[in-house]
């Protein structure tokens, strides 16, 4: 059984940027050093370096509509200023804040879908620019 795209848009237009949201008013974005399971598991967090998830209001500035089955950022998520280096960030992941629950994943990728590892050093600002955290209906 297949959703259309149509309700692909719908789940995610009621997930991320509705009033009110199935995820809540706000959502918590991570980064991982490794890939992530499809049951939201097997993610490794950089650790120090000031490293932290950042946080996000869940509204329509911040998520615009979904288009083709997919939702993407509308304005730019940064992450602190690493401290110290991070490591090399394999994927993202979105967690739902009441539950603590991983309820999107993705690696980092070209734009194009395929796979680009983005090592974080000393002095560099993470961010994922608009457009560029994608979220997609499988």
């Known amino acids: ?11 995610l237009d009621a997930c991320l940027g509705a ?6 008013s ?10 992530i399971n499809k049951d939201g598991s097997g993610y490794t967090e950089p650790s120090g370096g000031s490293y932290s998830k ?6 329509g500035t911040n998520f615009g509509a ?9 304005t ?9 280096d991070w490591g090399t960030i394999v994927s993202w992941f979105m967690l739902e804040v ?4 991983i309820r999107f994943h993705g690696i980092l990728d070209d734009g194009a879908g395929n796979a680009q590892a983005r090592p974080v050093y000393n002095n560099d600002t993470f961010k994922f620019y608009a ?7 499988s």
Do not use: C, H, W, Y
């Open 76 to 84: 730019e998520i940064a992450f602190p200023q690493a401290t110290a």
């Open 131 to 137: 457009g560029e955290l994608r979220i997609k209906m």
């Open 54 to 59: 950042v946080t996000v209001t869940n509204n």
């Open 19 to 24: 009033t009110p949201s199935l995820l809540g």
């Open 26 to 35: 706000s959502v918590q974005i991570g980064l991982s050093l490794t890939a």
């Open 66 to 74: 979904a288009v083709s089955s997919e939702k993407t950022n509308a």
């Open 98 to 101: 009441a539950t603590g629950l």
């Open 1 to 11: 059984m297949s959703a259309t795209v149509l309700m692909d848009n719908i789940i």
